[in-house]
């Protein structure tokens, strides 16, 4: 990994440290179903009423394989660039908790569905690649409820049974804004091929955190803390920074660091020991002798991989080559797949630099302002293309266009009758601009003659007044020419 200007370093004394970060993304996958039984899944249900005798792990019960959970997670590691595995495993890891019946968890161990892929980051000093090591199936766990009654947990099963993938990095982030472009960005292909929403307040996206100091040019990895279940891009910044700080402490002061499970405590903003690191064995891994190994074929993977949309950075490949727009603004446009949809309907008619302007400044502001989505845009993406192009075709001005965009955004009305019913048209007749170039200098006399002997500045002014003088309807660029041969 070469040296980058925008890794996290930590000094101490004359020491500098780097900050080495690798993810374990606990994405749900989006399915009407769970991993193993036909229960729901939805998010908010009443508890303990979307179990099924599977879920709840009763004696004799057997899971059977929802084909669908496989597509999707086959979906996603064609989507990280991965290695599809044609056979995979399911094991029993087996631990106890009170919110998993069965006494293990469903997961893919040594052989997961998907190996190694990469994920591309757009930081603000170029593109960055990150490994991804690999994307196994899993179930999620049940949820423990503490804080309802104070002697008893309750247990809801709702979750119990729900199918994960887990995705996997290599220990290849450096920073905390590298952590959050990397979310982002599996979030933003995952939605595009609808195989996980991303809603991280419902917890279907969350992360355990993996945080290791070095001193600066050593090549060694150093000894990991792994933060678990974190469940917004806040807290796993928070979690890092505080691990971080910590663990370089302990080194400055003589110590090691052991390698161990933490929890970050969000209302303290500190991560502490939850257990030491268990291995691999403690859970004693073994395939589950109730499932068969999970072969794919050719022609199921091949079909889905037909059906892969495109993705994001192939569309921002594409709206750099085909619409000429910077990195930037093709960044911001593709991110999310409604953005880049709206942004596709916007630009069928009219003038892209126009409408990406209007797009990524007015409307988004507008967005920002009433905290919408952009797929509840108050103004439909044929209104906002006809107004750009009503500008592009100069029947209004920008600034005519900025009230009558704030008029749409009340009703989306077509913007084209807005100009019509409030008589906003822009002047562009040179005879109605004469008279109206006329009058202003006909009322001001002094500047006139003020701009003949050599202040050249009052140009300005007299333009001005000539819109105002017309109500901002006149053609700017028509008032700039006209006014220059009356002048001269
Ligand atoms: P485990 O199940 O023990 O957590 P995994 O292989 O599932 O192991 O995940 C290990 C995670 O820890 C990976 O995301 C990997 O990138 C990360 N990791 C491994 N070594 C380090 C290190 N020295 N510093 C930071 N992260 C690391
Ligand atoms: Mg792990």
């Known amino acids: 990994m070469s040296k980058n200007k925008s890794n996290y370093l930590i000094k101490r004394n004359n020491n500098e440290y780097e900050v080495v970060i690798g993810l374990e993304v606990h994405a749900q996958v989006l399915s009407k179903s769970k991993l193993f039984s036909e229960s729901p899944t939805k998010f908010g249900s009443e508890p303990n009423t979307q179990v099924s005798l599977v879920d709840a792990a009763f004696p004799g019960m057997l899971p059977v394989i929802n084909e669908f ?10 989507g990280l660039k991965a290695k599809i595995n044609k056979k995979s495993i399911f094991d029993r890891k087996n631990y106890f908790y009170a919110d998993l019946p069965q006494g293990y968890q469903i997961s893919q161990y040594k052989s997961p569905i998907v190996g190694e892929g990469s994920v591309v980051l757009d930081l603000p000093s170029g593109e960055k690649t990150v490994g991804i090591e690999r994307l196994h199936l899993e179930q999620d766990a049940g949820k423990s409820i503490h804080d309802i009654d104070p002697q008893n947990t309750f247990v809801d099963l709702n979750r119990s049974g729900v199918a994960l993938m887990e995705i996997v990095s290599k220990p290849d982030l450096r920073s905390l804004e590298e952590v959050n472009i990397y979310i982002k960005k599996l979030r933003s292909i995952m939605r595009y091929l609808g195989t996980c929403d991303g809603n991280m307040q419902e917890g279907s996206l969350r992360a355990d955190v993996n945080v290791s100091v070095r001193k600066m040019g050593s090549t060694n990895l150093g000894t990991r803390c792994e933060i678990k279940n974190v469940n917004s891009i806040k807290f796993m910044q928070m979690a890092i920074d505080y691990e971080a700080n ?23 903003n500190e991560t502490r020991s939850m257990r030491s690191k268990e291995d691999a064995h403690d859970y004693r891994y073994f395939p589950d002798p109730d499932l068969l190994p999970l072969v794919l074929t050719d022609e199921f993977i091949n079909d889905l991989k037909k059906n892969i949309p495109e993705l994001p950075d192939e569309k921002k490949k594409r709206f750099i080559e085909k619409f000429k727009l910077s990195s930037y603004e093709a960044n911001i446009l593709v991110s999310d797949i409604e953005t880049s949809k709206y942004f596709e309907e916007v630009i069928k008619n009219t003038d892209v630099k126009l409408a990406t302007n209007w797009i990524t400044g007015e409307l988004f502001a507008l967005l920002n302002e009433r905290n919408l989505d952009i797929t509840e845009s108050p103004i439909s993406a044929i209104n906002l293309s006809k107004l750009v192009d009503l500008i592009k075709k100069g029947t209004i001005s920008g600034k005519i266009a900025k009230s009558v965009f704030e008029m749409m955004a009340e009703d989306d009305k077509d913007p084209q009758k807005i100009i019509e019913e409030k008589n906003l048209k822009q002047e562009s007749d040179p005879k109605e601009l004469e008279k109206l170039i006329d009058k202003v200098i006909n ?8 701009f003949k002997l050599g202040k050249e500045k009052l140009f300005g002014f007299f333009v001005g007044q000539a819109m105002k003088i017309s109500g901002g309807k006149a053609n700017p660029q028509l008032v700039n020419e006209l006014l220059k041969k009356k002048l001269k």
């Open 69 to 78: 959970c496989i597509k999707q997670a086959v979906k996603t590691g064609i």
């Open 246 to 268: 910590r663990q370089v402490d302990i080194v400055e002061n003589g110590g090691k660091i052991d390698q161990e499970t933490r929890l970050f405590d969000t209302k303290k």
């Open 443 to 450: 009322e001001n006399p002094d500047k006139v003659k003020e």
